[in-house]
C-alpha cells in the first residue's frame, strides 16, 4: 500500500471517498446538515442525506469565532478556517471494514464562543487506533450564532434557541443511520465532551427523543448545570439587538448581518469575570431552558430514570478556575467585602458561612486564591457531584474523577487548570508544551485514554495511579 492512497465507502445513498495510510481510515467535512445560512440562520438544523460521490478527503469550516492568541504552553494544533457553513463532521476509524467498533462521539470546548472539531491538538487517527475504536469529531454552531434567544423578538419558528446543541444531535443522528458503514457499531455509542462541549453534552439528559441515539457519556468541566433562565437569556437578547441595529420581527435584517458584526456584539454584551458568567442571571452565552429545545433542566432528566441504563463519568480539574487568572482575565480581588460579593453571586444567603467555611480548610490565603477555590468548586466541581450522584440515585452507573496533574511550568503556577485533563484523556500529548520531559504525563495519559477506550466498550472504567487523579465509583 502506498504511503496515502483514497478509499471509497458507500453507505445509505451516498459513496464516501476518504483517505487511508498506516493510521486508519479518515473521511472529514462530511455535511450532516443543511447550510445554516440565509432563511436557515438562527434556526435549527435541517438533516442533509448525501448522495451519489461525496468527497470526504477535506475538512470543510470550523463555526465563525474569533480565534484568539494563545500562550506559548498552550496546547496547539494546526489550526482551522471558519465560515458560517460548518455543520459538518469528521470521522476517524481504523478501517471502514463492516466491523462494529465502539464508536466516541466528540464535543469540542470554547465556551460556547469557539472550538472546532478539527485542527486542535487532537490525536484523533492514534486513539481509533490504539483503541480499536471509531472517533466522531463534529462541528457545530457557537456563539450568537448557536445560541442567542430570539424566540420573544422573533416568534416561533426562532423559538429554538439551543441550535449548536441541536447540531450536535443532528450529526448524532447522522452518526446512527451511517457510522455502520466506517466500522463503527450505532448501538454502542459514547458522547464525550470538554467545557461548553461538555455542558452541551450533559444538557441532552434534558432532551426529549434522544436516549437512544448514545448509551455513555464523559464530562470534563461541564456538568448538568449552569442552565440559563428564559427571562435572562431574553435580556441578553434584546441588548445583542439594540447593539446591531435589528428591530423584532426584522428577519431580513437578521439574515443579512455580516457576522463579523455578530462575533464584535456578541464580546460586547457578555460578561468578562467567571463567577459572573457562570452564576444565575450571569450574561453568558450557554444552554437556555427554552421548553422547545430543552424540554427540562438535565437533572430532572436524570432524576426521572430515563436514563438509568445510561453510564456516565464526570470529571473536573483541581484548579479549574486558575487558568483565567493566569491569562489575566480575571481581576485581582481587593478586600474581603469584593470576595464575599463574588460567593454571593452563588449563594446570596450564606455567603459568609460558606467563607469562613474556606478559610478554616485553607488558613492564610489571599483573597483572590480564595475566590479562586471558590470559584473552581462552585462551577465545576459541586455542580458535577450533583449530576453523578443524581444519576446513580435514581438507577444509573455513574464515576467521578478529579484530575489533579500540575505542569513543571513556572513552579506549578497554573495548578491543575481547566482544560488540562482532556489531552490526557485522548492521550495526544505530543502537542502539549507543558508536559514535555515529565515521564509521569505519559504513564498518566496512558491510563486515562485506556480507561476512556474501555469505557467506550463495555461501560467500566478503572482507576489510575493514586496521587496523580482521584477517582471514585459511585456504583
Known amino acids: 500500500m502506498s504511503a496515502i492512497e483514497t478509499i471509497e465507502v458507500a453507505s445509505r445513498e451516498a459513496i464516501y471517498r476518504g483517505v487511508r495510510n498506516v493510521r486508519g481510515d479518515r473521511f472529514v467535512g462530511i455535511r450532516y446538515a ?48 471558519t465560515g458560517e457553513d460548518c455543520l459538518n463532521l469528521n470521522v476517524f476509524t481504523p478501517a471502514a471494514d463492516g466491523k462494529r467498533r465502539p464508536v466516541i462521539v466528540h464535543a469540542f470546548g470554547g465556551g460556547f464562543q469557539g472550538g472546532a472539531a478539527h485542527g486542535t491538538f487532537h490525536d484523533e487517527a492514534g486513539l481509533a487506533k490504539r483503541g480499536d475504536v471509531v472517533l466522531v469529531r463534529p462541528n457545530m454552531r457557537v456563539g450568537a450564532l448557536g445560541f442567542l434567544h430570539l424566540g420573544e423578538a422573533f416568534g416561533p419558528d426562532y423559538a429554538a434557541t439551543n441550535r449548536g446543541m441541536l447540531d450536535f444531535v443532528a450529526a448524532l443522528r ?134 438509568a441504563d445510561h453510564q456516565i463519568v464526570v470529571g473536573w480539574a ?29 449563594y446570596p444567603s450564606d455567603a459568609e458561612a460558606r467563607l469562613q467555611a474556606l478559610e478554616a480548610e485553607f488558613p492564610g490565603l489571599n483573597f483572590t486564591r480564595y475566590e479562586e477555590i471558590f470559584l473552581s468548586r462552585a462551577i465545576y466541581r459541586d455542580p458535577a457531584f450533583r449530576t453523578v450522584a443524581t444519576h446513580t440515585q435514581h438507577g444509573g452507573k455513574g464515576y467521578s474523577y478529579e484530575f489533579s496533574w500540575v505542569p513543571k511550568f513556572e ?59 482521584t477517582w471514585r465509583d459511585f456504583a
Open 34 to 81: 443543511e447550510p445554516p445560512v440565509g432563511p436557515l440562520r438562527f434556526k435549527a438544523p435541517v438533516p442533509h442525506e448525501g448522495r451519489g460521490m461525496v468527497d470526504a478527503s477535506r475538512y470543510g469550516f470550523a463555526p465563525p469565532q474569533h480565534v484568539r492568541p494563545m500562550p506559548a504552553w498552550a496546547p496547539r494544533g494546526d489550526g482551522f478556517e
Open 318 to 346: 483541581r484548579d479549574e478556575a486558575r487558568m483565567w487568572y493566569a491569562f489575566g482575565m480575571m481581576p485581582e480581588v481587593g478586600s474581603r467585602q469584593t470576595l464575599l460579593a463574588s460567593i454571593a453571586r452563588f
Open 174 to 307: 447522522w452518526v446512527q443511520g451511517n457510522i455502520g458503514a466506517f466500522g463503527g457499531d450505532p448501538q454502542n455509542v459514547t458522547l464525550v465532551g470538554m467545557s461548553s462541549g461538555s455542558f452541551t453534552i450533559a444538557a441532552l439528559f434534558g432532551v426529549d427523543g434522544v436516549a437512544e441515539l448514545y448509551r455513555r457519556v464523559w464530562l470534563m468541566s461541564g456538568p448538568a448545570s449552569r442552565i440559563i433562565a428564559h427571562d435572562t437569556a431574553a435580556a441578553l437578547a434584546a441588548d445583542f439587538l439594540a447593539r446591531v441595529g435589528v428591530a423584532a420581527g426584522d428577519r431580513a435584517a437578521l439574515e443579512q448581518l455580516p457576522v463579523e458584526t455578530i462575533l464584535a456584539a456578541q464580546d460586547k454584551v457578555l460578561a468578562v469575570h467567571l463567577g459572573e458568567r457562570n452564576a444565575p442571571g450571569g450574561r453568558t452565552f450557554g444552554i437556555v431552558l427554552d421548553e422547545v429545545s430543552l424540554q427540562r433542566h438535565p437533572l430532572d432528566g436524570l432524576a426521572s430514570g430515563r436514563f
Open 411 to 469: 513552579n506549578g503556577r497554573l495548578g491543575a487548570a481547566h482544560g488540562f485533563d482532556e489531552p490526557f484523556v485522548f492521550n495526544s500529548l505530543d502537542r502539549v508544551p507543558l508536559t514535555e520531559g515529565d515521564p509521569k504525563a505519559r504513564q498518566l495519559a496512558e491510563d486515562m485514554s485506556n480507561a476512556l477506550v474501555r469505557f467506550a466498550k463495555d461501560g467500566s472504567a478503572l482507576p489510575w495511579p493514586t496521587g496523580i487523579s
